[in-house]
T-cell receptor
């Protein structure tokens, strides 16, 4: 079956611009996660959606970052007024039952802020 | 203290060697454990779940030691294709909870040389 998909694959933007990154989770998966990973670094948790519960936003680094999940499926991560330090790979993952089940990752969006 | 800690390595071993990685976790109530692998510039992929009684998948063996709060991964007869970063993953949520998220270690880097 189809895995997690993300778009765009690559995004180059100028400092100060807003960007939107999209994630399509595996069909039927109730949990969706966003992470970012800078070159040579570990995964940094950003936000977690589980069903209809309030999202866990504890990992968002600043108020320039926000995310939505519409209809319990597709999610969009928005970064406003991008900064050069936002350059990273943004990874989305989904799972069938929150933290109990393994997560499956999309290929990521490589964001470069000039 | 971090939820999950791993020795970052790197581990450099010859083909055919046996290599083991350990990972410690801080929450004694943790219930779900996984190992992921991440190839360079790729997304993490599930390698195997870790069960209380220990489990094996071909050349890979995972063990859980609840008393000492550590997880191990043993790779026998290493192949060149095993070269990757291995991520230890834990869900510190209480038993039965699906709300908790997974916590990723920073990973242990393995290079298998010919």
């Amino acid at each position: 079956g189809a895995g997690v998909s993300q778009s765009p694959s690559n995004k180059v933007t100028e400092k100060g611009k807003d960007v939107e990154l999209r994630c399509d989770p595996i069909s039927g998966h109730t949990a969706l996660y966003w992470y970012r990973q800078s070159l040579g670094q570990g995964l940094e948790f950003l936000i977690y959606f589980q069903g209809n519960s309030a999202p866990d936003k504890s990992g968002l680094p600043s108020d320039r970052f926000s995310a939505e999940r519409t209809g319990g499926s597709v999610s969009t991560l928005t970064i406003q007024r991008t900064q050069q330090e936002d350059s990273a790979v943004y990874l989305c993952a989904s799972s069938s039952a929150g933290g109990v089940r393994a997560q499956y990752f999309g290929p990521g969006t490589r964001l470069l802020v000039l | 203290r971090k939820e999950v800690e791993q020795d970052p390595g790197p581990f450099n071993v010859p083909e055919g060697a046996t290599v083991a990685f350990n990972c410690t976790y801080s929450n004694s109530a943790s219930q779900s454990f996984f190992w992921y692998r991440q190839d360079c510039r790729k997304e993490p992929k599930l390698l195997m779940s870790v069960y209380s009684s220990g489990n094996e998948d071909g050349r890979f063996t995972a063990q859980l030691n609840r008393a000492s709060q550590y997880i191990s991964l043993l790779i026998r007869d290493s192949k060149l294709s095993d070269s990757a970063t291995y991520l230890c993953v834990v869900n510190p949520a209480d038993r039965g909870s699906t709300l908790g998220r997974l916590y990723f270690g920073r990973g242990t880097q393995l290079t298998v040389w010919p």
